[in-house]
C-alpha cells in the first residue's frame, strides 16, 4: 500500500467511526435525521447529537489518537516493542492523583489537576531518578519507569483498600478506562495537533533511532536531544488523554503494532496513521461500550481490549507483509 | 601529495580504565586504505567510534579536513564519515529494501523524502552487494553473512568519503570477502576516498591495505606503511604468539604457529 492510500483510508474510517458515533447509542437516529442536524437544523435529535453525543465522540478520537500515538513514540525510544504509553509510570501518577481527589470528595477542577499533576510529578521523577549522574540509556529509563509505575500500583491498591464501598465502582471505572466523564474535547484536540506537528519533523529521524543510538548517531542524528523531545513529547501526550479519560488500555501498544504488520515501520507514515488509526479505533469502541448493554454502559477499556485482541491475532497469524 | 582527510592531534582514548592511545597523532590522506590490527580488548572498537566522533575523546582535537569534528553538525559528519558497526540490532521488522535506504538518511531533511535518485543508489549498492533478488525479504529471514553484506550495502548507500569498518569480512565466506574488499579498496582508489578498517586476518591487511595501525596495548601504537609494519617481530609482539612468514607469489603470508 502507498503511504497516500493508506492514510485516505484510515481518514475515511475516522470520518465513519465519527459518524457511527453520533448515529448510535442507546437511541438509534437515522442517518437522514442526522444529516439534517448536521445540516443545522432544530428538531428531536439535535440536543442528543450536538450536546451529548459530539463532544464525547470527539474526546474519544482525540484520546484514541493522543495514546497510539505516545505508544508509537515510546516504543521507538525504549526500542522495545512492548512498550506502551503506561510503562513509565505516567498514568500509575495520575492514578494515584484522580483516586485521591475522589477519596476526598473534590471534583471538577480539582479532580482533573491532581489526575494532571500526578502524571507530571511520575514524568518528571523517572527523568530525573533515570538520568542519575550520567546519560540515561533505554534500558535505565525502561527499568527506572517500571519500578517507579509499580509503585504508584501499590498506592493505588492502598487507596482502594481504604476507599468506602461507595466510591469504590467510580474508581474502578476511571481505572479502567472511562470516557463518560470527557466531555470537553478542547484541550485534549488541541494537544493532540500539537503533539502531531511537532513529531512529524522528527518522523524520518525516529526511523534512524529505531535502529539503535550509535547507528543513528552514524546516521547523522543527535541522538540525546531527539530523545528528550521524544520522551517529553509522549509523556505530555499521555498524561492528557489519562486525565481526560483514565487508563485506557490497549490502545497504544497494539495500534502501533498492526500498523507495522500492514504498512512497516517508516515512522513518517506509522505515526500520522497511529493516530487516526488509535482515533477510529476508541471512537468505535466506546460507540459499541454505551450502546451494546443500552442504556448501562461499559468502560471502554474492555471493548478495545476485546476488538484488538482478535484482529491483532489475526493479523500476527497472516504473517509478515 | 594528496590532502589530509582526517586527522588526531594528541589524541588519548582510554576505555575502561585502560589506555588505548596516549598523546597520539595521526592522519588519513584520501586514497588511502588503512587496516588497524590489535588483540581483544585493546579498543580497536573504541579507537573506531571515536575517530567517527560516536565518543569524545579524554584528550586531543579530531579535525575532518580542517574542522574539529566536535563543532560540526552530526548530519554533516554523517555526510563525510560512515560506520559499519560489528553488531546490529533491529527490535522491529524491516525488509532490505528500507533497511538499505536508510544509508540516505543524512541527505534526508523532515519534508524531503528518498527520490529516484535515493532509491537508484539504493539498488545499486544491493546489487554490487548480490542481494537484488532479497530486496523484499524481512530481514530477520537473512543469515548472518547476508546481513553483513546488507550493513555494507547501507553503508555505500550512504556513499562517505571515509569508511570505518569493524571487522568489514565477519560472517562472510570466502568469495564474498573477496568481493566486498577488492570492491571496497578499488572504490576508494578510484573515487580518492578514504578508509580503516578493524580486521583479525592478518593476510587480509598484507593483501588490501597500504598503511596499518597496530595497538600493541598500554597506549602504545605503531603505525606506517604495511610493509614496514607488518614484519614476524611486529605481530610475535602486538599477539603474543609465535608466528611464521613464508614468502609466496612475491607477497609475504603468515602463519600462526
Known amino acids: 500500500m502507498t503511504p497516500r492510500v493508506t492514510l485516505i483510508g484510515l481518514l475515511l474510517l475516522s470520518g465513519i467511526s465519527l459518524l457511527s458515533a453520533l448515529a448510535l447509542g442507546s437511541i438509534t437516529v437515522h442517518w437522514r435525521d442526522l444529516w439534517a442536524v448536521l445540516q443545522g437544523e432544530q428538531g428531536l435529535y439535535r440536543n442528543l447529537v450536538v450536546d451529548l453525543r459530539l463532544p464525547r465522540a470527539m474526546a474519544a478520537f482525540a484520546t484514541g489518537g493522543m495514546l497510539a500515538l505516545a505508544g508509537a513514540l515510546m516504543q521507538v525510544l525504549l526500542r522495545n516493542p512492548l512498550a506502551d504509553p503506561y510503562i513509565l509510570g505516567i498514568s500509575g501518577g495520575a492514578a494515584v492523583g484522580a483516586l485521591s481527589s475522589m477519596l476526598i470528595g473534590a471534583s471538577g477542577v480539582w479532580f482533573t489537576g491532581s489526575a494532571f499533576g500526578g502524571a507530571l510529578l511520575s514524568m518528571l521523577l523517572v527523568f530525573t531518578l533515570a538520568r542519575g549522574r550520567g546519560s540515561w540509556t533505554s534500558t535505565r529509563l525502561l527499568l527506572t519507569g517500571v519500578v517507579i509505575a509499580a509503585g504508584w500500583g501499590a498506592v493505588i491498591s492502598f487507596i ?59 546516521l547523522g542524528v543527535a541522538v540525546k536531544p531527539l530523545r528528550l523531545q521524544v520522551y517529553v513529547l509522549a509523556s505530555l501526550l499521555t498524561a492528557v488523554a489519562v486525565t481526560l479519560a483514565g487508563s485506557i488500555g490497549f490502545v497504544g501498544l497494539i495500534v502501533p503494532h498492526l500498523l507495522r504488520l500492514v504498512i512497516g515501520n517508516d515512522q513518517r507514515i506509522l505515526l500520522p496513521a497511529a493516530v487516526l488509526l488509535g482515533g477510529s479505533l476508541l471512537t468505535v469502541a466506546d460507540t459499541v461500550a454505551r450502546t451494546i448493554v443500552a442504556p448501562q454502559q461499559l468502560p471502554v477499556g474492555v471493548i478495545t481490549a476485546l476488538l484488538g485482541v482478535p484482529v491483532f491475532l489475526y493479523l500476527l497469524q497472516r504473517g509478515h507483509r | 601529495m594528496m590532502p589530509v582527510f582526517l586527522e588526531a592531534k ?68 554523517a555526510q563525510c564519515v560512515g560506520v559499519l558497526f560489528q553488531h546490529s540490532q533491529d527490535p522491529f521488522p524491516s525488509t532490505v529494501q528500507e533497511t538499505v535506504l536508510i544509508g540516505r538518511h543524512p541527505y534526508l531533511t523532515a519534508w524531503r523524502w528518498e527520490g529516484e535518485e535515493d532509491r537508484r543508489q539504493a539498488r545499486d549498492a544491493l546489487a554490487q552487494m548480490e542481494l537484488v533478488d532479497m530486496a523484499i525479504r524481512q530481514v530477520e529471514t537473512l543469515s548472518g553473512g547476508e546481513r553483513q553484506r546488507l550493513a555494507i550495502a547501507a553503508l555505500l548507500t550512504q556513499n562517505p568519503q571515509l569508511f570505518l569498518l569493524d571487522e568489514p569480512t565477519n560472517h562472510l565466506d570466502l568469495h564474498h570477502q573477496i568481493l566486498v574488499m577488492n570492491l571496497l579498496v578499488q572504490h576508494i582508489r578510484h573515487a580518492r576516498k578514504a578508509l580503516l578498517m578493524v580486521l583479525h586476518d592478518v593476510n587480509m591487511v598484507m ?44 607477497r609475504r603470508i603468515f602463519v600462526a604457529e
Not at chain 1, 529521524?205 to 552514524?218: C, D, H, I, V
Request: proline share 4%.
Open chain 2, 10 to 77: 594528541n589524541l588519548t582514548v582510554a576505555v575502561a580504565g585502560k589506555t588505548v592511545c596516549r598523546d597520539w597523532n595521526f592522519v588519513i590522506k584520501r586514497g588511502e586504505c588503512w587496516g588497524m590490527l590489535g588483540p581483544n580488548g585493546a579498543g580497536k572498537t573504541t579507537l573506531l567510534h571515536t575517530l567517527a566522533g560516536l565518543r569524545a575523546p579524554q584528550a586531543g582535537t579530531i579535525y575532518l579536513e580542517d574542522q574539529p569534528l566536535s563543532t560540526l553538525s552530526r548530519r554533516h559528519i
Open chain 1, 160 to 218: 482502594l483498600a481504604i476507599s468506602p464501598d461507595t466510591h469504590l465502582r467510580g474508581m474502578l471505572f476511571w481505572l479502567m478506562g472511562d470516557l463518560s466523564h470527557a466531555q470537553n474535547p478542547g484541550t485534549a484536540w488541541m494537544v493532540l495537533l500539537m503533539g502531531a506537528i511537532l513529531c512529524l519533523p522528527l518522523a524520518h529521524q525516529l526511523n534512524a533511532l529505531s535502529r539503535g543510538e550509535l547507528q543513528a548517531s552514524a
Open chain 2, 207 to 250: 593483501r588490501y591495505c597500504d598503511h596499518v595501525v597496530l595497538l600493541v596495548g598500554d597506549g602504545n601504537i605503531l603505525y606506517g606503511t604495511t610493509d614496514e609494519m607488518l614484519t614476524r617481530e611486529n605481530l610475535e609482539n602486538l599477539y603474543k604468539h609465535p608466528v611464521h612468514c613464508i614468502e609466496a607469489q612475491g
